[in-house]
């Protein structure tokens, strides 16, 4: 269940979420960037120090094995990977290594307050300093004495910066968000506020078999970057030939969400599940789930069926909301 307090601050001012169990991998050397650019879909010579982007890793037969934001300082480059993919996400980079690079696991170092909202830079600019000024930004800064690199939101979802810290100055970070009127949501009103932006993660919406022709994360693949990575000879050709399902988010009519697993029916046939639900505020019952090629236009009609109960439902866009203001 939502907190109301987390989520009305989320969406109308700002909140918090620190983040508990994401992995977070180091690299340093004179070989990181080109280790990097081997290992994700992304092309570190469009990414400058002090800005990060957003990436995969995939499986040498295109499916996702994790999301992943990569940020590029002047001396080193972190990887940063969701709570599901943590363990294979650095098994698979440390078989992967090549070169003279230095990889760390800095996990259970680094602590993480990611703070949205169309207030949460107003607020958190009393006592953050320097504040990161575009979306995509990366840079060290001071948070009421505490030491942070502090990452602007990018424009794709809501407005807000990503507090990095030492673990054990997570207390006294949170502490001050507090007295900022910046209240830490805890994990269902994230989640929530996640589904709002249509944001898939691996466990939740991706399969693991889903590519991300399947995911709709084709833009965080660079093509032709002139480095190949695990997965590129399978994901051209899934390109070439198509998906035969595509990831879509979709509305409910009525007050009663679906649970989770349930049937979703495109034409009177059962094309997949439900694979997340949560009842918005703002939208109304949404969700995500699969469908055919062709039945993945907004406004597609879809049927929902658990039992003997059904619910009637539409393809809408993702994301579901749009940025506040």
């Not at 943590?86 to 760390?104: C, F, M, P, Q, S």
């Not at 607020?123 to 504040?131: E, G, I, N």
């Not at 994901?235 to 198509?242: D, F, I, Q, V």
Request: hydrophobic content about 45%.
């Amino acid at each position: 269940m939502t907190d109301a307090t987390g989520y009305t601050a989320l969406t109308t001012a700002a909140g918090a979420w620190v983040a508990d169990g994401l992995g977070q991998f180091e690299v340093t050397g004179p070989d990181a960037h080109a280790f990097v650019n081997r290992v994700t879909t992304a092309d570190l010579s469009l990414l400058p120090p002090g800005r990060f982007v957003h990436a995969l890793l995939l499986h040498d037969d295109a499916s996702i094995l994790g999301r992943v934001t990569i940020y590029r300082f002047p001396d080193r480059t972190m990887l940063l990977v969701d709570r599901a993919a943590r363990t294979a996400a650095w098994n698979d980079i440390v078989e992967r290594k090549r070169g003279n690079i230095r990889l760390r696991d800095i996990s259970e170092d680094i602590g993480l307050a990611a703070v949205r909202g169309p207030a949460a830079v107003g607020r958190l600019a009393a006592l953050l300093d320097p504040v990161p000024a575009e979306p995509g930004d990366v840079l060290n800064a001071r948070f009421a004495g505490v030491d942070v690199f502090a990452a602007r939101a990018t424009a794709d979802g809501a407005d807000g910066v990503d507090l990095y810290c030492r673990r054990r100055d997570l207390p006294s970070l949170s502490g001050t968000l507090a007295r900022l009127a910046i209240p830490v949501v805890d994990d269902a009103t994230w989640a929530l506020y996640r589904l709002e932006w249509g944001t898939p993660m691996i466990g939740v919406e991706i399969d693991p078999d889903d590519t991300p022709v399947e995911a709709g994360l084709e833009a965080l693949v660079v093509q032709g970057k002139g480095a190949p990575y695990p997965g590129e000879v399978a994901y051209a050709e899934r390109r070439r030939t198509g998906p035969m399902r595509t990831l879509v988010g979709f509305v409910v009519t009525g007050d009663d969400p679906p649970p989770i697993g349930a049937e979703v029916r495109a034409n009177d046939r059962v094309v997949d599940r439900v694979r997340s639900i949560g009842v918005s505020p703002r939208v109304g019952i949404i969700g995500m789930t699969a469908v055919p090629v062709g039945a993945d236009t907004p406004g597609t009609p879809l049927e929902i069926v658990d039992g003997e109960q059904r619910w009637s439902a539409v393809v809408a866009r993702r994301p579901f909301v749009r940025r506040e203001g």
